[in-house]
Nanobody, 121 residues
Framework: QVQLQESGPGLVKPSQTLSLTCTVS??????????WSWIRQPPGKGLEWMGV???????YYNPSLKSRTSISRDTSKNQFSLQLSSVTPEDTAVYYC?????????????WGKGTQVTVSS
């Protein structure tokens, strides 16, 4: 069974870059047709799909976040990462790394436990 674990700072200052890493076990991020996404949930709001990196390294982003978002991977460590630049307090959320196809959070197969990130000075 695939397991995902998010890691990274819990507090980021406004205008800085938020960086999170997801470590995957029980499966390889290069397995054909698997896709690995970042999803977030701001307080009191719904889940928002941010972007995905596919098994072959191809990336796709939510158009509303595309200019600030970058997803990369380290296949030697079986990890993929999120960078969100120029953060504001509106980026405060629980951030999840997930495995599954598509962009619908309801269609994802495996979820990390999530990590709280607060943007504040």
């Amino acid at each position: 069974q695939v397991q995902l674990q998010e890691s990274g700072p819990g507090l980021v200052k406004p205008s800085q870059t938020l960086s999170l890493t997801c470590t995957v076990s029980g499966g390889s991020i290069t397995t054909s047709y698997y896709a690995w996404s970042w999803i977030r949930q701001p307080p009191g709001k719904g889940l928002e799909w941010m972007g995905v990196i596919a098994y072959d390294g191809t990336t796709y982003y939510n158009p509303s976040l595309k200019s600030r978002t970058s997803i990369s991977r380290d296949t030697s460590k079986n990890q993929f990462s999120l960078q969100l630049s120029s953060v504001t307090p509106e980026d405060t959320a629980v951030y999840y790394c997930v495995q599954g196809l598509g962009r619908d959070p309801g269609g994802m197969d495996y979820w990390g436990k999530g990590t709280q990130v607060t943007v504040s000075s």
